[in-house]
């Protein structure tokens, strides 16, 4: 059987993505590269933003045109990912395309084929630490190395559509990690410099397994201690909730000058609206952390995520997250609220900001930051505009779109 894939997934499903191509070619099915070539299509759909329904709803729409082009040799299609779960009401609309959560890997794998073969594992073994194509990378460099360390998510945002797609918490175990980070950072020929830990949220891992997230990267330095390489490290989506637990321990683990790159999603500093969406920390918490981190490492970067027209939000809330995020954070992405259906939100009874009132509030977060040594852009609801580490050294503000 030849299966083809096709997805818009962010960072931590492109890596399971790959994982579950490995172990159907182990299983001897083909991967091919041209839809035309398949005798089943595997389409990956995510829902995070508008932009990414866009773009999987075109990811579908090229899928069935193949099927109308192709006479009587019609393909089979399946759909995953949080696209299936999110809008529901749009992929049963075609009873052509066989859809499936998330979490139902396994079902895939029987319809195509493998359920009596060797069982897939896909928290407690080695995965993949690149995506399948070069092509499905902004940039791609082979010296950056991506550990997945959880998929899922243990955190309950009212607004947030990730863990409605994505659903429960499920970390890969620590040892699996490890291997992972040995094997990556073996051969005579290596030239990673960098691994980067990713997951939906990287501070709910270990909830789910009785493990603290400060447990794993204990480890992960204790084995870097072995390597005879001069490897960085960059935590990637680490809600800032995750601070609360074991504070003190996280201090002293990333005033470690190999942690290089932090990611802390702030959406804003208004306690008051922090309750409203259900994230528990506090701005001056975050403040707290960054400020005692940086007496050690000085040359950590730290990134942000503001997100702005949130229903009730003042413009005093909206000024005064974006003045604390210029002044705490090296680089900042903004975005705008978008109202996701089946998101608990749903059931609250907010007005909601028109899309002029949040573009008028953009600006005013735009204008206040063009006078900081921020880097901003417009973050995953436009997918070109991320950035890499090495510009965001340079300290340098720029507006709009980033290459």
Same mark, same amino acid.
């Given at each position: &059987?030849?299966?083809?894939?096709?997805?818009?997934?962010?960072?931590?499903?492109?890596?399971?993505?790959?994982?579950?191509?490995?172990?159907?070619?182990?299983?001897?099915?083909?991967v091919?590269?041209?839809?035309?070539? %398949?005798d089943?299509?595997?389409?990956?759909?995510?829902? %995070?933003?508008? %932009?990414?329904?866009?773009?999987? &709803?075109?990811?579908?729409?090229?899928?069935?045109?193949?099927?109308?082009?192709?006479?009587?040799?019609?393909?089979?299609?399946?759909?995953?990912g949080?696209?299936?779960?999110?809008?529901? *009401?749009?992929?049963?609309?075609?009873?052509?395309?066989?859809?499936?959560?998330?979490?139902?890997?396994?079902?895939?794998?029987?319809?195509?084929?493998?359920?009596?073969?060797?069982?897939?594992?896909?928290? +407690?073994?080695?995965?993949? $630490?690149?995506?399948?194509?070069?092509?499905?990378? /902004?940039?791609?460099?082979?010296?950056?190395?991506?550990?997945?360390?959880?998929? =899922?998510? !243990?955190? +309950?945002?009212?607004?947030?559509?990730?863990?409605?797609?994505? =659903? *429960?918490?499920?970390s890969?175990?620590?040892? @699996?990690i490890?291997?992972?980070?040995?094997?990556?950072t073996?051969?005579?020929?290596?030239?990673? #410099? /960098?691994?980067?830990?990713?997951?939906?949220?990287?501070?709910?891992?270990?909830?789910?397994?009785?493990? /603290?997230? #400060?447990?794993?990267?204990?480890?992960?330095?204790?084995?870097?201690?072995?390597?005879?390489?001069?490897?960085?490290?960059?935590?990637?989506?680490?809600?800032?909730?995750?601070?609360k637990?074991?504070?003190?321990? &996280?201090?002293?683990?990333?005033?470690?000058? /190999?942690?290089?790159?932090?990611?802390?999603?702030?959406?804003? @500093? @208004?306690?008051?609206?922090?309750?409203? &969406?259900?994230r528990?920390?506090?701005a *001056?918490?975050?403040?707290?952390?960054?400020?005692?981190?940086?007496?050690?490492n000085?040359?950590?970067?730290?990134?942000t995520?503001?997100?702005i027209?949130?229903?009730?939000? #003042?413009?005093?809330?909206?000024?005064?997250?974006?003045?604390?995020?210029?002044?705490?954070? *090296?680089?900042?992405?903004?975005?705008?609220?978008?109202?996701?259906?089946?998101?608990?939100?749903?059931?609250?009874n907010?007005?909601?900001?028109?899309?002029k009132?949040?573009?008028?509030?953009?600006?005013?977060?735009?204008d206040?930051? !063009?006078? @900081?040594?921020?880097?901003?852009? !417009?973050?995953?609801?436009?997918?070109? $505009?991320?950035?890499?580490?090495?510009?965001?050294?340079?300290?340098?503000?720029?507006?709009?779109?980033?290459?």
């Amino acid at each position: &059987m030849k299966i083809f894939f096709n997805d818009n997934f962010c960072t931590i499903y492109k890596l399971q993505l790959n994982h579950i191509a490995e172990y159907l070619i182990q299983n001897g099915l083909q991967v091919v590269t041209e839809q035309y070539e %398949a005798d089943v299509i595997v389409i990956g759909l995510c829902a %995070a933003f508008e %932009a990414d329904e866009t773009r999987s &709803m075109k990811i579908i729409n090229d899928a069935l045109k193949l099927n109308l082009t192709c006479g009587g040799d019609k393909k089979s299609i399946l759909a995953f990912g949080c696209f299936t779960k999110i809008r529901e *009401d749009i992929i049963s609309r075609f009873n052509n395309i066989k859809s499936f959560y998330f979490w139902e890997i396994s079902k895939i794998l029987s319809e195509l084929g493998v359920e009596k073969k060797e069982a897939f594992d896909c928290y +407690n073994t080695i995965w993949p $630490s690149e995506f399948r194509l070069k092509e499905d990378y /902004r940039v791609y460099d082979e010296t950056k190395k991506f550990i997945g360390i959880s998929t =899922g998510c !243990s955190f +309950n945002c009212v607004y947030c559509p990730h863990k409605l797609g994505s =659903g *429960d918490l499920r970390s890969r175990s620590p040892h @699996s990690i490890i291997d992972q980070i040995k094997h990556v950072t073996s051969g005579e020929k290596n030239k990673v #410099t /960098r691994i980067i830990l990713t997951g939906t949220d990287t501070a709910a891992y270990g909830n789910d397994i009785n493990i /603290r997230f #400060t447990d794993l990267l204990e480890n992960i330095l204790l084995e870097l201690d072995r390597i005879p390489l001069n490897l960085k490290i960059r935590i990637a989506q680490f809600n800032p909730e995750g601070l609360k637990n074991n504070f003190n321990k &996280m201090v002293e683990l990333c005033r470690d000058n /190999r942690i290089e790159d932090f990611q802390l999603p702030l959406q804003t @500093s @208004s306690s008051r609206l922090l309750r409203i &969406m259900k994230r528990y920390y506090v701005a *001056d918490n975050i403040k707290r952390f960054i400020k005692k981190v940086k007496e050690y490492n000085k040359k950590i970067i730290f990134r942000t995520d503001l997100l702005i027209g949130f229903p009730t939000e #003042t413009i005093k809330e909206l000024i005064e997250t974006t003045k604390f995020a210029s002044k705490y954070f *090296d680089e900042i992405a903004v975005y705008k609220f978008e109202f996701k259906k089946g998101t608990e939100i749903e059931f609250h009874n907010f007005e909601y900001f028109s899309e002029k009132e949040k573009e008028i509030r953009k600006n005013i977060v735009y204008d206040i930051l !063009s006078r @900081s040594s921020c880097l901003v852009h !417009s973050g995953g609801q436009d997918i070109e $505009s991320l950035l890499n580490n090495d510009v965001i050294k340079e300290r340098k503000y720029t507006y709009g779109k980033q290459g």
